[in-house]
T-cell receptor
């Protein structure tokens, strides 16, 4: 069965420093991976996705993610964090058997400290 | 129009009330979704509509009744809810069924008293 794991409940980063939010995945076929962000009392916003192609995927708001097949990871990164990046981040994988279903990780709360 | 809209933003209802949540998109998307999200938890899929037909029901209690009157509109009818049904209800859409990206609305915050 498909699944994603986000090992950190919370990540704290000083403003201006690089940030990484970790995600590992488990899939039976080709991975379709996503990152979404949720600001307080808001819906989810799509950041980026990996389907095939380059292992470094660039997304919205300066975020990027690195797909690593050997480590089954899809970590979210940004070179220089902003206070406005503080939010809840979800890694997700498409269910291979039920393509309409996205399986979300538990979420990682990112705090950017001014 | 490149967004999914949901009304109302907030809803408070008693356990004997009947209410409806509304979701709308004008992006020409042919798949629409309802999710339930409890505080500090990931969204949980409830229903999927593909080309206006119900394609996935994740064993949701019958007190939740979805409806897709046309390709732009998705409703969730609520009846005899329980306090534990209080949550953020999110609607999403995607260009096609089994499409890779879902686009979410801002949600309806539901409180059941």
């Amino acid at each position: 069965a498909q699944s994603v794991a986000q090992p950190e409940d919370q990540v704290n980063v000083a403003e201006g420093n690089p940030l990484t939010v970790k995600c590992t995945y488990s899939v039976s076929g080709n991975p379709y991976l996503f990152w979404y962000v949720q600001y307080p009392n808001r819906g989810l916003q799509f950041l980026l996705k990996y389907i095939t192609g380059d292992n470094l995927v660039k997304g919205s708001y300066g975020f990027e993610a690195e797909f690593n097949k050997s480590q089954t990871s899809f970590h979210l990164k940004k070179p220089s964090a902003l206070v406005s990046d503080s939010a809840l981040y979800f890694c997700a994988v498409r269910d291979d058997h039920r393509g309409d279903k996205i399986i979300f990780g538990k979420g990682t709360r990112l705090h950017i400290l001014p | 129009d490149t967004e999914v809209t949901q009304t109302p933003k907030h809803l408070v209802m008693g356990m004997t009330n009947k209410k409806s949540l509304k979701c709308e998109q004008h992006m020409g998307h042919r798949a629409m979704y309802w999710y339930k999200q409890k505080a500090k938890k990931p969204p949980e899929l409830m229903f999927v509509y593909s080309y206006e037909k119900l394609s996935i029901n994740e064993s949701v209690p019958s007190r939740f009744s979805p409806e897709c009157p046309n390709s732009s509109l998705l409703n969730l009818h609520l009846h005899a809810l329980q306090p534990e049904d209080s949550a953020l209800y999110l609607c999403a859409s995607s260009p096609r069924p089994r499409s890779d990206t879902q686009y979410f609305g801002p949600g309806t915050r539901l409180t059941v008293l």
